[in-house]
């Protein structure tokens, strides 16, 4: 455990399973964090994540600029709509998946978790992997 104050300038966009350029601010190999990561999410114009989910961790937002709206729930059946100044709850292992509703700005959020290890955890998640019809196939 450090007893140091630690400064993280990220540099570069790291490549998540989401598909969002994500700027790792805090988390165990930054900052020695051992329980909490934070970073920042670019969602860029008319753009969305991979449908996901968090095993184990909750998440908490900060939308600091752009429209998104977030399809949520079982079979990503739920939406809510949120803007620039809105925190944002997400349950640990609620499936979810972000979208941009500009077509021309990115969308910026600050997304905390309660794991330093945040994309160790994140699984995509397959709607018709649960049992969902697929109208092009006959049941029988």
Known sequence: MTTE????????A????????N???????????TGISM??????????????LHLGFETAI?????????????KLSQSVVN???DFIFIPAGVPHQPR???????ALAIVARNNA??????????????GAIDPGRSEA
């Open 14 to 21: 790291t490549a998540t399973l989401q598909r969002l350029p």
């Open 83 to 85: 803007r620039e100044g």
């Open 117 to 130: 290890n945040e994309q160790e955890t994140v699984q995509l998640y397959q709607p018709q992997a649960l």
């Open 62 to 74: 900060y939308l600091l600029k752009g429209r998104v709206e977030t399809r949520y729930g079982e």
């Open 100 to 106: 941009n509703l500009s077509d021309r700005e990115p």
């Open 39 to 52: 970073n920042l999410v670019v969602i860029p114009p008319a753009g969305q994540a991979e449908p996901h």
């Open 23 to 33: 700027f790792v601010g805090i988390s165990e190999a930054t900052a020695g964090a």
């Open 5 to 12: 104050i630690v400064t993280v300038r990220p540099g570069l």
